[in-house]
């Protein structure tokens, strides 16, 4: 608390008969002003938000009893985008052929045309986009593909394992493209 001292000044006057008055000195002690800031502190504290984390919305389609009635997509309405190492983006139309004559390489400044031409070509009931990291794909680049589909308005769009003919045509693609770059 404040106090006051009411001591007096040491009784020493000047000249005669004057009355000195008494020299007053204030004193402040700050121990409750330091008890007050840590409660408001932990006050702010325990009641700020903390930073939410941001995750996207997934729609999962509804199981079914029998696999035969499961989603089923048309052929002509579906595409597949594998993704590799190095940014590097492979997709095909349909199903993969023998020959993998319908496999094209890209990357990801020229998937958005090519889900945005999709897109166009397909009814939106019948598109369907799958899509398959590859064990070398970073998780960068998985979240990319997925702000295109949002980006894009793509609401069909699956999330699956690559299958090991995929992978071995996504690792021969790399290899050549990696060949033809040194030469």
Do not use: W
Not at 124 to 131: A, G, Q, R, T, Y
Not at 164 to 178: F, T
């Amino acid at each position: 608390m404040a106090e006051m001292d009411t001591s007096s000044g040491g009784g020493h006057k000047k000249g005669p008969g004057v009355k000195k008055g008494k020299k007053l000195s204030t004193r402040v002690d700050l121990t409750p002003m330091v008890d007050l800031g840590f409660l408001l502190i932990t006050f702010f504290i325990f009641t700020t938000t903390m930073s939410q984390p941001t995750a996207m919305k997934l729609f999962l389609p509804k199981d079914a009893d029998k696999p035969e009635e499961q989603n089923k997509a048309k052929e002509s309405g579906v595409i597949t985008i594998l993704l590799g190492k190095d940014n590097n983006v492979f997709y095909y139309e349909g199903t993969l052929d023998n020959s993998a004559s319908n496999f094209k390489s890209s990357n990801f400044k020229e998937i958005r045309t090519v889900l945005m031409d999709k897109k166009q070509r397909t009814p939106e009931k019948d598109l369907v986009v799958v899509l398959k990291p590859s064990s070398e794909c970073t998780y960068r680049n998985v979240v990319d593909i997925l702000d295109e589909m949002a980006i894009n308005v793509l609401k069909r769009y699956a999330l699956v394992d690559i299958s090991a003919i995929e992978e071995e045509l996504v690792k021969k693609s790399e290899q050549m493209a990696g060949a033809t770059a040194v030469n």
